[in-house]
């Protein structure tokens, strides 16, 4: 039975009516239905809801806006208005799912949560969702990774390739069930470990062990190369390099080889384009057998580039790397449809005055080009008035949570076909983990309730605390020593010990152990 509501009140429009409300639990942004004398039940939403007196009795008034109503897979609006005094009830799952273009059921789709104020369960056809390229924009905390990361869950048990570039390392807790047992049972979700589908590479592996090496190939067309140099070539040092790639041409070489072949050149104009070659081997990223563009993207697998530890210099060039050549790749049919997310976009692709990066020009044209090669494109950011604007406008699915730079707003308002000021004030209302969903996934906007993650969600917030200073209190040094000096007997099998035992006599003598560490952490103290 469809829970009754209240009536149409007033002057009634064909898209606008109020209705005066009979119980007082009926919330903004619900959904209402109401029986059109022509076209059957209508779906309507509440906008604003209005309390007063009125000869001493208390009056609850709504205003709602008509969605419509489907035939023939279109949503329409009656041509004509409700009858006054209309009963208004309580939308049906049912209604709601058809007129929103709400998929029924689980598989095969994104399940993102459950629309606000509803508990109807939000299910996003994939290819619309995805295929469109997808931005999540919100202020810092309001649940960007968190969404992102239920994403890629849902992403994986339907076998879609996925490359994430990490910043913070923060998503390969994707191999570790959740244990927020609470917030699980409220979303119907079950934990789960995807250890198996989850493939993380770093190019920091002292700060990220569990990672395996990520090794670029070193093989560079000559317009890459000079774009990754970190200079400016003069067109002289330009024909150098050029020489120099040809020479090797059909060889498997690596930047040694590379340095070895320029240092041939006679001309002295060559020890520039050398240190910047120099540069690029020191990264150590080109070191190993590299991987491939099948390596990276895989059905079934989540490859993530876990850049922490790493210069924002060399992150620039390893995205630069990696998104041309799966850009290359997918254009020539290489590869399957996959789904590319870059967390903190707005480093990767600034918009102007925000400094130009390496990786703004491929990732621009990933934005405009990529989605017919089945490369969906997935920003993320904290700024999205920062980021190009280009880039933001190609997303044509928004995940806009909690926002309130007005800069920021315009930016996503700009970026989003007609936004309306009620879409910006409900963006500034939302709460930690609610997400206003746009694009051709839904018929009209809809806020919604990220469901609870399967796995385990690592805030950046907590990693924050842990590299703020540890507490100088008595024991530090112990926690420290540790990691400068393992256990005698594991040294001694790598290392020269009688090296090490004189040189330590010899400091010995001058300072202890104890008073060299803390020489070299609390040099403030
Ligand atoms: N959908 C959600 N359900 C439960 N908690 C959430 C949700 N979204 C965010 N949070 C909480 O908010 C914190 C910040 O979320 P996060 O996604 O890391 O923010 P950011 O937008 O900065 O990426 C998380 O650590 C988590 O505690
Ligand atoms: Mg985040």
Same mark, same amino acid.
């Given at each position: 039975?469809?829970?009754?509501?209240?009536?149409?009140?007033?002057?009634?429009?064909?898209?606008?009516?109020? !209705?005066?409300?009979?119980?007082?639990?009926?919330?903004?942004?619900?959904?209402?239905? !109401?029986?059109?004398?022509?076209?059957?039940?209508?779906?309507?939403?509440?906008?604003?809801?209005?309390?007063?007196?009125? *000869?001493?009795?208390?009056?609850?008034?709504? *205003?709602?806006?008509?969605?419509?109503?489907?035939?023939?897979?279109?949503?329409?609006?009656?041509?004509?208005?409700?009858?006054?005094?209309?009963?208004?009830?309580?939308?049906?799952?049912?209604?709601?799912? @058809?007129?929103?273009?709400?998929?029924?059921?689980?598989?095969n789709n994104i399940y993102l949560g459950l629309l606000e104020g509803h508990n109807i369960p939000v299910y996003l056809d994939i290819q619309k969702t995805i295929g469109k390229h997808v931005s999540v924009l919100a202020k810092t905390g309001a649940g960007k990774s968190y969404t992102v990361a239920v994403i890629l869950e849902e992403l994986l048990k339907n076998d879609i390739p996925i490359v994430v570039i990490d910043p913070h390392g923060e998503y390969s807790t994707l191999k570790y069930?959740?244990? /927020?047992?609470?917030?699980?049972?409220?979303?119907?979700?079950?934990?789960?470990?995807?250890?198996?589908?989850?493939?993380?590479?770093? #190019?920091?592996?002292?700060?990220?062990?569990?990672?395996?090496?990520?090794?670029?190939?070193?093989?560079?067309?000559?317009?890459?190369?000079?774009?990754?140099?970190?200079?400016?070539? $003069?067109?002289?040092?330009?024909?150098?390099?050029?020489?120099?790639?040809?020479?090797?041409? *059909?060889?498997?070489?690596?930047?040694?080889?590379?340095?070895?072949?320029?240092?041939?050149?006679?001309?002295?104009?060559?020890?520039?384009?050398?240190?910047?070659?120099?540069?690029?081997? @020191?990264?150590?990223?080109?070191?190993?057998?590299?991987?491939? =563009?099948?390596?990276?993207?895989?059905?079934?697998?989540?490859?993530?580039?876990?850049?922490?530890?790493?210069?924002?210099?060399?992150?620039?060039?390893? !995205?630069?790397?990696?998104?041309?050549?799966?850009?290359?790749?997918?254009?020539?049919?290489?590869?399957?449809?996959?789904?590319?997310?870059?967390?903190?976009?707005?480093?990767?692709?600034?918009?102007?005055?925000?400094?130009?990066?390496?990786?703004?020009?491929?990732?621009?044209?990933? #934005?405009?080009?990529?989605?017919?090669?089945?490369?969906?494109?997935?920003?993320?950011?904290?700024?999205?008035?920062?980021?190009?604007?280009?880039?933001?406008?190609?997303?044509?699915?928004?995940?806009?949570? %909690?926002? $309130?730079?007005?800069?920021?707003?315009? #930016?996503?308002?700009?970026?989003?076909?007609?936004?309306?000021?009620?879409?910006?004030? /409900?963006?500034?209302?939302?709460?930690?983990?609610?997400?206003?969903?746009?694009?051709?996934?839904?018929?009209?906007?809809?806020?919604?309730?990220?469901?609870?993650?399967?796995?385990?969600?690592?805030?950046?917030?907590?990693?924050?605390? %842990?590299?703020?200073?540890?507490?100088?209190?008595?024991?530090?040094?112990?926690?420290?020593?540790?990691?400068?000096?393992?256990? =005698?007997?594991?040294?001694?099998?790598?290392?020269?010990?009688?090296?090490?035992?004189?040189?330590?006599?010899?400091?010995?003598?001058?300072?202890?152990?104890? /008073?060299? !560490?803390?020489?070299?952490?609390?040099? *403030?103290?």
């Amino acid at each position: 039975m469809a829970r009754f509501i209240g009536t149409i009140e007033g002057e009634v429009k064909t898209t606008s009516f109020k !209705i005066l409300l009979s119980t007082s639990d009926v919330e903004k942004g619900s959904f209402v239905k !109401i029986n059109h004398e022509v076209y059957g039940w209508v779906l309507a939403r509440i906008g604003g809801l209005k309390r007063y007196m009125q *000869d001493g009795e208390e009056v609850l008034i709504a *205003d709602a806006r008509t969605i419509g109503y489907k035939q023939n897979e279109q949503v329409l609006i009656p041509k004509s208005p409700f009858k006054p005094n209309e009963k208004v009830y309580s939308a049906d799952k049912e209604l709601i799912q @058809n007129v929103m273009g709400l998929s029924k059921n689980r598989k095969n789709n994104i399940y993102l949560g459950l629309l606000e104020g509803h508990n109807i369960p939000v299910y996003l056809d994939i290819q619309k969702t995805i295929g469109k390229h997808v931005s999540v924009l919100a202020k810092t905390g309001a649940g960007k990774s968190y969404t992102v990361a239920v994403i890629l869950e849902e992403l994986l048990k339907n076998d879609i390739p996925i490359v994430v570039i990490d910043p913070h390392g923060e998503y390969s807790t994707l191999k570790y069930e959740n244990d /927020d047992y609470d917030a699980m049972l409220k979303f119907n979700v079950k934990p789960r470990s995807y250890r198996d589908k989850v493939k993380e590479y770093a #190019a920091n592996i002292i700060i990220n062990p569990d990672a395996d090496k990520l090794t670029l190939n070193p093989k560079f067309s000559l317009e890459e190369l000079i774009d990754i140099l970190p200079m400016r070539l $003069t067109d002289k040092q330009k024909s150098i390099v050029y020489d120099a790639l040809k020479r090797l041409e *059909d060889k498997d070489y690596t930047i040694q080889d590379l340095i070895n072949v320029v240092k041939l050149e006679k001309e002295k104009t060559k020890w520039k384009v050398i240190s910047g070659l120099e540069t690029l081997r @020191n990264s150590g990223i080109f070191d190993g057998r590299p991987i491939t =563009e099948e390596d990276i993207v895989k059905e079934g697998q989540a490859s993530i580039i876990n850049l922490k530890g790493t210069e924002p210099q060399i992150q620039e060039l390893i !995205i630069t790397k990696i998104a041309r050549s799966l850009f290359n790749a997918a254009k020539s049919g290489l590869l399957p449809s996959f789904f590319f997310l870059v967390e903190e976009a707005h480093n990767f692709c600034p918009e102007r005055g925000f400094g130009d990066v390496l990786s703004s020009n491929i990732l621009r044209n990933i #934005a405009s080009e990529g989605r017919k090669f089945g490369f969906y494109l997935c920003v993320v950011s904290q700024r999205p008035a920062r980021i190009d604007k280009n880039v933001l406008s190609q997303c044509n699915t928004q995940i806009i949570l %909690k926002v $309130t730079n007005p800069n920021d707003l315009r #930016a996503i308002g700009q970026s989003i076909e007609g936004f309306t000021s009620g879409m910006e004030n /409900d963006i500034r209302q939302l709460s930690v983990g609610q997400a206003l969903v746009v694009g051709e996934c839904v018929e009209q906007p809809i806020t919604v309730n990220i469901r609870a993650r399967e796995t385990k969600h690592l805030s950046t917030v907590r990693i924050k605390e %842990k590299i703020t200073p540890m507490k100088r209190e008595t024991g530090f040094i112990d926690k420290i020593k540790p990691i400068f000096l393992k256990d =005698e007997s594991e040294l001694s099998e790598r290392v020269d010990m009688e090296k090490i035992k004189i040189g330590l006599e010899r400091s010995k003598r001058r300072k202890t152990l104890r /008073d060299r !560490i803390i020489s070299i952490f609390l040099k *403030d103290k």
